[in-house]
T-cell receptor, first 115, second 111 residues
Framework: AQSVAQPEDQVNVAEGNPLTVKCTYSVSGNPYLFWYVQYPNRGLQFLLKYITGDNLVKGSYGFEAEFNKSQTSFHLKKPSALVSDSALYFCAVREANQAGTALIFGKGTTLSVSS | DAGVIQSPRHEVTEMGQEVTLRCKPISGHDYLFWYRQTMMRGLELLIYFNNNVPIDDSGMPEDRFSAKMPNASFSTLKIQPSEPRDSAVYFC?????????FGEGSRLTVL
């Protein structure tokens, strides 16, 4: 069965500092991995995805994520955090060879960036 | 494109009443998903459709919940009768190439 773990309920960083939001996954085969962001009272917005190729994936708003197969991780990163990055972040996974399956989401990590 | 459109955005009802949530997916998308979000359980997949056909409804909590997709541009999620524990934000999402596009959600409060 597929699963996603986001070990931190909340991450606090100061504006201008680098940020990391952690995600680990479990699938039987190769993974397709996604990050989404949710602002208060809004739906989830797609940030970036890993399908294949370069392990470092760049996405919207200056975010990037690194796929690490040996550690089964897909951590979200940004070199310099902004106050406006404060939101709820979700990691999601599905198996690469199962096109007809849904994404499984982690429980989410609240990112709080202080000025 | 207007994106995924959900209605109503907010619904307050009393226990025992029927609730119908509606979703219009993005035109051309062939997958439609219903998720439920609560503080305790996070984001749960309820059911999803491919080309209007239900593929997996194993996440539907119980028989009080039902979902339909009569055509490619419309889906409903119905709860009958509603209970206070059904209070949550219900999201509809559609996809074509892998990533999901979410609606703004329907916040349901059952008193």
């Amino acid at each position: 069965a597929q699963s996603v773990a986001q070990p931190e309920d909340q991450v606090n960083v100061a504006e201008g500092n680098p940020l990391t939001v952690k995600c680990t996954y479990s699938v039987s085969g190769n993974p397709y991995l996604f990050w989404y962001v949710q602002y208060p009272n809004r739906g989830l917005q797609f940030l970036l995805k890993y399908i294949t190729g370069d392990n470092l994936v760049k996405g919207s708003y200056g975010f990037e994520a690194e796929f690490n197969k040996s550690q089964t991780s897909f951590h979200l990163k940004k070199p310099s955090a902004l106050v406006s990055d404060s939101a709820l972040y979700f990691c999601a996974v599905r198996e690469a060879n199962q096109a007809g399956t849904a994404l499984i989401f982690g429980k989410g990590t609240t990112l709080s960036v202080s000025s | 494109d207007a994106g995924v459109i959900q209605s109503p955005r907010h619904e307050v009802t009393e226990m025992g009443q029927e609730v119908t949530l509606r979703c219009k997916p993005i035109s051309g998308h062939d997958y439609l998903f219903w998720y439920r979000q609560t503080m305790m359980r996070g984001l749960e997949l309820l059911i999803y459709f491919n080309n209007n056909v239900p593929i997996d409804d194993s996440g539907m909590p119980e028989d009080r919940f039902s979902a339909k997709m009569p055509n490619a541009s419309f889906s409903t999620l119905k709860i009958q009768p509603s209970e206070p524990r059904d209070s949550a934000v219900y999201f509809c999402a559609s996809s074509y190439s892998g990533e999901l596009f979410f609606g703004e959600g329907s916040r349901l409060t059952v008193l």
